[in-house]
């Protein structure tokens, strides 16, 4: 069964400390993005990788950090330079093709600072 | 700037009758779009994508719009049903080759009544 995976689904975090979400697609994809949600608000784009070994901040890259070193993994490693890290975080992939583009979202991880 | 908005953070239809999202782009260069349907705690979920060399797409019960002239994106819902409750995002992809800049409006939450 294709499909991206996020974990863990809700993670809490002391402030000091950095913590890393996962995101593992299987479906080939080349392009993988994160973004953070806020509580009745838009998506707002952190990092995005279009190809293994290279990615591109977004809108909010600050105290955020990323690695691509496998097509399939794209993780996010939220830093204690992250002011107001709490937050819903969405990873997705897309695969644009004709006539049909992929583009699938995971499940969120919902991270809370105690 | 960069940025993709809806014109109502709210609409309310009733069981059955048609629904029509709307959302307006500012990147002219984009050439890619796609709404998605996001549901309270959970990742967005795709529902149709349109190419910029195209006016109208269909798919099961939605059809989207996209009027480049004025930077214009719809989505219709046909006999909307109570599931069809949640939040929908559009969002606009620019940038080179296959994949690019995913970036996502504030989304408008779609309410079904009974």
């Known amino acids: 069964d294709g499909g991206i995976t996020q974990s863990p689904k809700y993670l809490f975090r002391k402030e000091g400390q950095n913590v890393t979400l996962s995101c593992e697609q299987n479906l080939n994809h080349d392009a993988m993005y994160w973004y953070r949600q806020d509580p009745g608000q838009g998506l707002r784009l952190i990092y995005y990788?279009?190809?293994?070994?290279?990615?591109q901040k977004g809108d909010i890259a600050e105290g955020y950090s990323v690695s691509r070193e496998k097509k399939e993994s794209f993780p996010l490693t939220v830093t204690s330079a992250q002011k107001n890290p709490t937050a819903f975080y969405l990873c997705?992939?897309?695969?644009?093709?004709?006539?049909?583009?992929?583009?699938?979202f995971g499940q969120g991880t919902r991270l809370t600072v105690v | 700037g960069e940025s993709v908005g809806l014109h109502l953070p709210t609409l309310s239809v009733q069981e059955g009758d048609n629904s029509i999202i709307n959302c307006a782009y500012s990147n002219s260069a984009s050439d890619y779009f796609i709404w998605y349907k996001q549901e309270s705690g959970k990742g967005p979920q795709f529902i149709i994508d349109i190419r910029s060399n195209m006016d109208k797409r269909q798919g099961q019960r939605v059809t989207v719009l996209l009027n480049k002239t004025v930077k214009h994106l719809s989505l219709q819902i046909a006999a909307t049903q109570p599931g069809d409750s949640a939040v929908y995002f559009c969002?606009?992809?620019?940038?080179?080759?296959?994949?690019?800049?995913?970036?996502f409006g504030q989304g408008t939450t779609l309410q079904v009544k009974p």
């Open positions: 969002a606009e992809n620019y940038g080179s080759g296959n994949t690019g800049k995913l970036i």
């Open positions: 997705a992939s897309i695969k644009r093709s004709t006539p049909n583009t992929e583009a699938f």
């Open positions: 990788s279009q190809i293994v070994n290279d990615f």
